[in-house]
């Protein structure tokens, strides 16, 4: 078991946070965007920009190469599905995709819309993690959550119609 310190501050003590998001022990703040037989969507408020969107498996799994035939393709549909979304709702022109298979939770893939302020660190991957650190830190104000908020809701109600 692991403590984890969750984005509203409580403590919890889980073996994969992913698990326990997937399998609803834990409610995302703003909720669950969309959810298929085999994946699970939902943004990290930890890192307040519009539209982030994390997939997560349902399965308890590490890499790419564990995904079977029908978690492929419901992989890419679903991420397909969103990132229309995600252009035709919130008008995010660009999305960086990022996934790791080192990391203490099971398979998931971000994906982080580019905005022009996000420039400022960088033109390509070496931004990444600089910018996400600047929403944590700098962003986590009463104007860039209502934002994010809506921008769930307004991607869950599209995605779930
Ligand atoms: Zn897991």
Known sequence: MRKITLANGRNIEVD?????????????DGGV??????????QDVAYPIRGLIIVASKRHITSL???DEREKID??????????AQ???LGIEYVYYFYNEDTTHH???WMVPRY???YHFGRSIESVRPVLLHARNHMNTGEHL????????????ELNK
């Open 33 to 42: 965007v969309v959810e298929t037989e085999y994946f699970h969507a939902h």
């Open 75 to 84: 992989y890419i549909n679903l991420l397909t599905k969103i990132r229309r």
């Open 16 to 28: 994969c946070l992913s698990c326990a998001l997937t399998s609803g022990a834990i409610e995302p």
């Open 146 to 157: 209502s934002e994010v908020m809506e921008a769930i809701a307004a991607l869950r109600q």
């Open 65 to 67: 190469d564990e995904l």
């Open 87 to 89: 252009r035709d709702i």
């Open 116 to 118: 022009e302020w996000m």
């Open 107 to 109: 398979f998931h893939t």
